[in-house]
């Protein structure tokens, strides 16, 4: 009998360290959900940990990610100065969150701009404020950690938490709640000190809502809904008189730039000819880092509503944090890897990202091609650039049970005949973008197209075939060539002749040639998205960003939000078709 009081003894421990060990590794790492055109270096910079930590805890990763695939992200040690990130779990709500963590929901709401009642959902990730980000200067006792998963009914005295601001009052908090001042300091019986900025008040409900209780009784209330609280902390949206908006570009060492900022003033003219008031404020900000410094120190810069630039790498990181300190817009024109962008809820980059590029451009294509047989023609000598492009797509393909073969760039127009299939649209994709494997290419399927008419063929490509375009005009007729990108026009679009006109007539010169994008129209498209946006939705231009209709010459919006605390990119990919009628067409896909 005591041998096996021993052996179950034996087996409790061993159940008992299981679970502690089993806890310890669930708080080590959270789990994150790929979304589509995530990759690993986007979700590194979300949660501030290296791409190598991340390949740490999930294995074979970085060879292929996928949407919908779940990974393992390390949390660090918390200290006070960290962000804390909490997944959604099944029976929270925004109120009981604030429980949890002792915060305000409007603190949770400024940390989470992109969390709304509509997305509050279980797996959501959130960011939980730092009390050094929420300005508290006194402890905050925290709550009991044994909150129950579901959320009934709660026995509390409080309908919400509140942290106190610089210039509130005892007057202005309890009318901003709809109660008395002594209801207030009954609920919080430190504010017969006086208010402090940082403290953590509990609103309690309202006298009306419990006049029938005693003050002994326990009254068993039920909390606001996420609705209700979301609804409260929506600030008001503000119509701007004057949009005040700052550049900051190397003008005296990159010509692109004075281009690029001689479009935005024919956005901003063309703006105040419809009645919109616009102060520019434009900077020459050189690679010297004294250069950034000296313009922030500018008492105007902190009341911009939108900013554009920077050029310089090494100035992304003051210029962000800037605008995140004093809630300005940070419109980025030019750069493809913003990792600020993942932690900054202001922030705009315009060029998109590649993981979300191609994402875009395999999802448009097999809308475009669904039933397509697919044929690589493989470069001699590898582009790097592309090699990420084409193992995403033949995963994609792969996925959607598209048929696939692979030929070499020096084939001759019978062997690219034997792999043709009369059932299927038969689609050429060289695996580099460069001009030397399309004149190695283009006259071997000229010369198919030419014997083979009977059957469906198209030549598909890159953004750079733009600069070909001269040399090869012909033979992407002849093919029914496509190339995506996520910018382009044509001297033919009426838009275009239009603004090459007025750029001719304000500065006597043409634009650069061969330059793709066009730097004076992308600097138009740029300013009037941004100012006709501020102008029309004010504050709220980021709940109103599909509203904001306008025709841009050359570059597409379609701007996402990264996650729920950080800033948006664009993800607008155009297809652009040489038809065998000799038609120019750009497909968008919205």
Known sequence: MKQIKRILLFLVVISTSCLISHAQVSKSFLLHTIEKGQSLYSISNMYNVSTAEIVRLNPHCEDKIYAGQTLKIPLKKTEQSETTFHTIASGETLYKLTTIYGISAQEICEANPGLSAENFRIGQIIRIPTKSETNANESVSQPAADVPAIQGPVLSRCKEMHRVKRKETLFSISREYHITQEELIKANPELKEGVKKGQLLCIPYPKAQSQNKTDEEETTVTPPSNNELFVRHTVAPRKLSTIKAAILLPFTEDRRMVEYYEGLLIAVDSLKRLGTSIDLYAYNCTKEPKSLTHILDKEEMKQMDVIFGPVQNEHMKPLTAFAKKHKVRLVVPFSSKVSEVFNTPNVYQINTPQSYLYSEVYEHFTRQFPHAHVIFVQASRVDKEKEEFIKGLKNELKLKGISMSTANESSTADHFKTLLREDK????????????????????????????????????????????????????????????????????????????????????????????????????????????????????????????????????????????????????????????????????FE
């Open 425 to 588: 649209e038969n689609i050429f994709i060289p695996t580099s973008g460069s001009n030397i494997t399309l004149i190695k290419v283009l006259p071997q399927l000229t010369l198919l197209v030419r014997e083979m008419p009977e059957f469906n063929m198209h030549l598909f490509g890159y953004p750079e075939w733009q600069t070909y375009t001269k040399d090869h005009l012909e033979s992407f007729f002849t093919l029914d060539t496509y190339f995506y990108s996520s910018f382009y026009t044509n001297n033919l679009f009426p838009a275009a002749i239009r603004f090459t006109q007025a750029y001719h007539k304000w500065y006597s010169k043409e634009m650069m040639p061969n330059s793709y994008p066009q730097y004076g129209m992308l600097g138009f498209d740029t300013g009037f998205f941004f100012l006709n946006g501020l102008s029309h939705f004010g504050s709220a231009l980021e709940s109103n960003l599909n509203r904001n209709a306008i025709n841009p010459i050359q570059t597409g919006f379609k701007f996402q939000r990264v996650n729920n605390w950080g800033g948006f990119v664009n993800k607008k990919v155009f297809f652009v078709r040489f038809t065998r009628d000799y038609e120019l067409v750009k497909l968008d």
